[in-house]
C-alpha cells in the first residue's frame, strides 16, 4: 500500500483553489477575489480567497488550510481514541458560494486530507469532503443534472459509491431542530482510506474537480432571471438556515474552531446578509411551498419516475 504523500495532496490543493477561483470570476463578470494569506501560531497557516459585491455572486469564499499541531483536541480523541498521542496535520479546501439571484443555489463544497502520526507506529489518514446544493427557488433540470454529474464523477470507483455518498449527504446536510435538509444534497464522504492512498486521493480529485462542472451550468442558466422582492426576502429567509447548520452541526466549522483555526477563515462561509422571521409558514400551493414539500425530502433525483 503507497504511503500518503502530503505534499501531493498539498499541491493538488492549491492548484485546486486557483482554477475554481478563475471559473467563478469567469462567471460572475465584474469582481474579483481578494486574497488573504495566514499562519497559525500552533503550526500551519492558509489562504482565503474571498470575492463580494459581483455581478451574480454577492459572496464566495474559497479557503485553502492547511494546520498542523502536536496533539489533537479533546473533542476529536473522545471519538476516535487511537489518535491520543499523536501529531496531526489537516489540509484541504472548502468553499461556499451566495449569489445574487435567489433562482440560483447556494452552494457548498469541500474536499479535504488529515493525518495523525506518532514515532513507531503506523499513521493514521483519511479522505473527506463532497459538495451540497441549497436552491431557494428550485428547477427540476438543475437537480437532476447536479445529481447526475455526481453519480458520473462516483462511477468508476463503483456502483455503489453513488448512492452511499448520496445518502450520507442527506442524512448528514439535516437540521433535526427543524426536520427538513439543508438543501437537495450531492455528495458526502469521510474516513476514506480503504482503497489505498493512491485510489482514495484520485477519488478525492474527482470530487474537487467536478464541482465546479456540477454547478457551472446552473449558474449559467440562471443568472439572467428576473425575480422581485419578495423571492429575494425569502432567498434571506432561507439563508437562516444556513447559518443554524453551520454553527450547530457541522464538523468542520466545530473543529476549526477547536483546533485554533482562523476564525475569519472558518467563519467566510457565513451569508453576508440573513434574516429570520417568527413562525414563518409558506401559502400552500405557492413556490416557497414546493421547496418545502418536495425539495427538501430526500429523494432519488435520477430515478423520479421509477
Known amino acids: 500500500m503507497a504511503k500518503p504523500s502530503v505534499e501531493q495532496v498539498k499541491a493538488y490543493l492549491i ?7 478563475e471559473r467563478l470570476e469567469q462567471l460572475d463578470g465584474k469582481a474579483k477575489f481578494k486574497v488573504d494569506t495566514w499562519e497559525r501560531a500552533e503550526g500551519g497557516g492558509g489562504a482565503s480567497r474571498v470575492l463580494t459585491a459581483g455581478k451574480v455572486f454577492e459572496q464566495a469564499g474559497v479557503n485553502f488550510s492547511h494546520v498542523s499541531g502536536a496533539a489533537m483536541p479533546a473533542s476529536a480523541t ?11 496535520e489537516a489540509m484541504g479546501v472548502s468553499l461556499v458560494i451566495h449569489p445574487n439571484n435567489p ?47 455526481a453519480k458520473n464523477i462516483c462511477d468508476p470507483f463503483g456502483e455503489d459509491v453513488y448512492p ?18 439543508r438543501g437537495v444534497g450531492g455528495l458526502f464522504f469521510d474516513d476514506l482510506n480503504e482503497p489505498g492512498f493512491e485510489q482514495s486521493f484520485a477519488f478525492m480529485q474527482a470530487v474537487g474537480n467536478g464541482f465546479i462542472e456540477a454547478y457551472s451550468p446552473i449558474v449559467e442558466r440562471n443568472k439572467d432571471l428576473d425575480y422581485q422582492d419578495e423571492q429575494r426576502q425569502f432567498q434571506l429567509y432561507r439563508r437562516g438556515r444556513y447559518v443554524e447548520f453551520n454553527l450547530v452541526y457541522d464538523r468542520g466549522t466545530l473543529f476549526g474552531l477547536q483546533t485554533g483555526g482562523r476564525t ?40 423520479l419516475n421509477g
Open 78 to 88: 473522545a471519538h476516535r481514541p487511537e489518535l491520543a498521542g499523536r501529531s496531526f
Open 164 to 181: 452511499k455518498y448520496k445518502k450520507w449527504c442527506d442524512e448528514y446536510f439535516f437540521l433535526p431542530h427543524r426536520n427538513e435538509t
Open 264 to 303: 475569519e477563515s472558518i467563519l467566510m462561509s457565513m451569508p453576508p446578509l440573513v434574516r429570520w422571521e417568527y413562525c414563518f409558514n409558506p401559502e400552500e400551493g405557492s413556490d416557497e411551498d414546493e421547496l418545502y414539500q418536495r425539495y427538501l425530502k430526500p429523494q432519488d433525483w435520477l430515478n
Open 15 to 21: 492548484g485546486l483553489q486557483q482554477s475554481i477561483c
Open 103 to 149: 433562482y440560483i443555489p447556494t452552494t457548498h463544497a469541500n474536499v479535504r486530507f488529515f493525518i495523525a502520526e506518532k514515532e513507531g507506529a503506523d499513521p493514521v489518514w483519511w479522505f473527506g469532503g463532497g459538495f451540497d446544493l441549497t436552491p431557494y427557488y428550485p428547477f427540476e433540470e438543475d437537480v437532476v443534472q447536479w445529481h447526475q454529474t
